[in-house]
């Protein structure tokens, strides 16, 4: 179990009760995100003591550019760990969800969380969480990842349409 340093921990207590309109958007360091996440992993036992360090974890990803990085890989794949331990904790469940839908716009935290499962782990939560069904967070991370793979497979069709194309117009000049 790892012990953070107390600042972390008061960063984190007066994250959780700041309003985001309140701050104006900044770059966060991802160092303080990735302490925040393995804070929240290290207490997800407890989640009366998890909840500040996920409320902070919101508070952050809000104000910060969403351009910026604000997590490491190893810290999405803990984010996702969570929130596969989270699916009998509604609370937790909808911080976590909302989180995630947040670091979407972030194109590097982006494909971690899908590489490591976001769809399926959301999936999932929604069938073991039928209150989660209408969430907006979930339509967003639902849309978001589906948008990108249609635009991804589109892209796939078009890149092979383009070879076959030059292969018949290749071949029509031997002819």
Do not use: W
């Amino acid at each position: 179990m790892s012990v953070f340093p107390l600042s972390t921990i008061r960063i984190a207590h007066i994250l959780a009760q700041t309003h985001p309109s309140t701050m104006k958007s900044t770059i966060v360091p991802s160092e303080l995100c990735d302490a925040l996440v393995e804070a929240c992993s290290t207490y997800k036992a407890n989640h009366k003591t998890q909840t500040p360090f996920l409320g902070a974890l919101n508070v952050i990803t809000s104000l910060a550019s969403p351009h910026s990085t604000q997590l490491s890989k190893q810290s999405v794949k803990e984010l996702i760990r969570l929130l596969r331990s989270k699916f009998s904790d509604l609370d937790a469940t909808v911080q976590l969800i909302h989180l995630c839908a947040r670091l979407l716009s972030n194109p590097v935290t982006r494909t971690d969380l899908i590489d490591q499962g976001l769809l399926q782990v959301i999936s999932k939560t929604v069938y073991q969480q039928p209150k989660l069904k209408n969430s907006a967070a979930v339509a967003q991370i639902l849309h978001n990842i589906a948008h990108e793979l249609d635009a991804s497979r589109n892209l796939s069709i078009l890149e092979a349409l383009s070879n076959l194309s030059e292969q018949v117009s290749t071949s029509d000049m031997h002819c």
